[in-house]
Nanobody
């Protein structure tokens, strides 16, 4: 089992920045690929970014490229999602997830992530 707890979601003005954190406990964190997804009201949950077990490889949704940066600190069992130049359309609940297997063919699909956090709300005002 892996327990995930997200934090860092806030109300922010458009153009601002936030850093989301996801703290993991339980199963060895460094064995899991990690991903972030988001879900806006009345919309499907969508992929935001993912990072490999080692942190060497990162993957981003098109809307996140150039604005968001995902990193991990395996010594602290934590992943970080730095979000810059935020837009109102970034408003959503952001979820952290863990995939115990990993692989570039899996990272953008929710069905491959076995463990999920409770989510943290990000609200961007115009």
């Amino acid at each position: 089992q892996v327990q995930l707890v997200e934090s860092g979601g806030e109300f922010v003005q458009a153009g601002g920045s936030l850093r989301l954190s996801c703290a993991a406990s339980g199963r060895t964190f460094s064995n899991c690929a990690m991903g972030w997804f988001r879900q806006a009201t009345e919309k499907e949950r969508e992929f935001v970014a993912a990072i490999s077990r080692s942190g060497i490889s990162t993957y981003y949704a098109d809307f996140a490229k150039g604005r968001f940066t995902l990193s991990r600190d395996n010594a602290k069992n934590t992943v970080y999602l730095q979000m810059n130049s935020l837009k109102p359309e970034d408003t959503a609940v952001y979820y952290c997830a863990a995939d115990p297997i990993g692989g570039s063919y899996r990272y953008r699909y929710t069905r491959y992530y076995d463990y999920w956090g409770q989510g943290t709300q990000v609200t961007v005002s115009s």
